[in-house]
């Protein structure tokens, strides 16, 4: 569940009351709550019109995004240890 349905619904509010209080359209907190991330404008005003800040409505978001980081780094740690250094040419750029 996204984190913005959840807050939502926390809140007791259907798609549409959300929608009419922050002035955003419907089709976008759809768009959201099936894993669109908000940005700019629409991030500010959902935040302040919930009561929470901008980073408690990205909190899914970022937990994916630091676990996509460290799957990255892992790879690079394997890689790296693989490298064949007397393979390697080195390029003097000066």
Known sequence: MSKLKQIREQQSLTQEE???KSRISVRTIQ???SGSVPKGY???TLATI???SE????HIEEEKSEEIINELVEDLVIESNNI???KV???NLS
């Not at 980073?55 to 990205?58: A, F, I, Q, V, Y």
């Open 50 to 52: 919930l009561q929470i």
């Open 42 to 44: 629409t991030l500010k």
């Open 18 to 20: 959300l929608a009419e």
């Open 31 to 33: 768009r959201i709550e």
């Open 55 to 58: 980073n408690e409505l990205l």
């Open 89 to 91: 040419k080195l390029i």
């Open 84 to 86: 064949d250094y007397q």
